[in-house]
């Protein structure tokens, strides 16, 4: 994200990472698209999440589940634990903090190509014994409940831009719901360990081999799940990924929110996912 979280003082950011035994200036990095990141000393990297988007039971067992998983396999770039044993501690009411080791090295962004390594660590990952409380990804769109009646409805938002454009494309929408539909009977009955979103922007390339960063979609799923990712294929999850930012788009211009940077290249992408159905 580029623009800094509304509503999330300096103050609160560090009595957080204090918990954590960090002390120090963290320096913002605008990087990723819906979480947001500081670093401190070019040793710790911490991601803070909006709990209004994203549930803060739900991203605990992620946490807990990628810690797991750390101790398991050497790729996995798992949370740190507070001085109080959390992998996620609140900051106020509206944003939960994690902490990561920063990793040195390079990694791209979504739609580059991704390392011919990535398959080896995504067959690593999906032989391994799921831990304990991991969660279960959902086949459907998360969301969809809320998008159809957007489709029946389109109501009022945020953004007239934003509302002209989905009005625009109901149609197409409507039809690629119902080809996911038919889509998920293909899907194999095999459930493994699943890190969701295995991209070129979630690969670092370090000095000791590739790693996977960003835990949060952790989950047991169909193996096409990640390998459509890499490399392979599935109908299915390439259609549900395009599907799934298009609500999740449409509940943010929907919202109030600032006219900020964010916000244009929310719009952006929302309108650019749309046409590419």
Not at 153 to 160: A, L, R
Not at 198 to 211: C, D, E, F, Q, S
């Amino acid at each position: 994200m580029e623009d800094l979280p509304s509503g999330l003082p300096e103050h609160e950011l560090k009595a957080g990472l204090a918990r954590f035994g960090i002390t120090g200036k963290p320096v913002y990095a605008p990087v990723g698209f819906g979480d947001y990141h500081w670093t401190v000393y070019d040793r710790w990297f911490t991601s803070v999440s909006d709990l209004t988007t994203k549930p803060l039971a739900r991203l605990r067992r992620a946490m807990e589940t990628a810690a797991s998983l750390g101790e398991q396999l050497p790729f996995v770039v798992a949370p740190v634990r507070s001085d109080d044993g959390e992998t996620v501690v609140l900051l106020n009411d509206r944003y939960a903090l994690s902490v990561f080791p920063y990793v040195a090295g390079r990694s791209g962004s979504f739609g580059d190509p991704v390392h011919a390594g990535v398959t080896e660590l995504l067959t690593a990952l999906h032989r391994c014994e799921p831990p304990a409380d991991i969660p279960v990804a959902p086949i459907d769109v998360p969301a969809r409940a809320a998008l159809t009646a957007l489709l029946d409805e389109p109501g009022k938002w945020f953004s007239d831009r934003a509302r002209e454009v989905f009005v625009a494309h109901t149609g197409i929408v409507r039809e690629k719901l119902a080809e996911l539909d038919l889509l998920a009977g293909e899907l194999t009955d095999e459930r493994v360990v699943t890190h969701g979103e295995p991209h070129a922007g979630n690969v670092i390339n370090t000095p000791r081999g590739l790693v996977l960063v960003d835990w949060d979609t952790v989950g047991l799923a169909p193996p096409e799940r990640d390998l459509w990712l890499a490399g392979g294929d599935s109908a299915f999850y390439s259609l549900r990924w395009a599907v799934d930012d298009i609500a999740d788009f449409a509940e943010k211009l929907r919202a109030p929110h600032e006219r900020w940077r964010d916000a244009e290249l929310t719009l952006h992408y929302f309108t650019e996912t749309l046409k590419s159905l």
